[in-house]
């Protein structure tokens, strides 16, 4: 299941791509990208595991830039 987030406060292309690897990480993500110029976060995981691999990603993704916010729908 692949699915994109928007992002808010963003705010560096270093913080994005060390969230990007943080997320590679997690179990059941199959890929990641996460756009600093877009404020995007494409990502991919195996079917049916999307809200839990989601919670892990907000996660990982405060320890980077605990500011950063991810809109999920």
């Known amino acids: 299941m692949r699915k994109s987030y928007?992002?808010?406060d963003?705010?560096?292309a270093n913080?994005?791509?060390?969230?990007e690897d943080a997320i590679r990480k997690i179990d059941?993500?199959?890929s990641a990208t996460v756009s600093?110029?877009?404020q995007k976060l494409t990502i991919e995981t195996e079917d049916g595991r999307m809200d839990a691999v989601m919670k892990e990603v907000v996660r990982?993704?405060?320890?980077?830039e605990p500011?950063?916010?991810i809109l999920l729908k």
Do not use: P, Q
Request: charged share 30%; aromatic share 4%; hydrophobic share 50%.
């Open 6 to 8: 928007k992002m808010i």
């Open 10 to 12: 963003l705010d560096c």
């Open 15 to 19: 913080c994005a791509a060390k969230m």
């Open 28 to 30: 059941g993500v199959l």
């Open 36 to 38: 600093f110029m877009s």
């Open 60 to 64: 990982a993704c405060k320890k980077v």
């Open 67 to 69: 500011d950063c916010e």
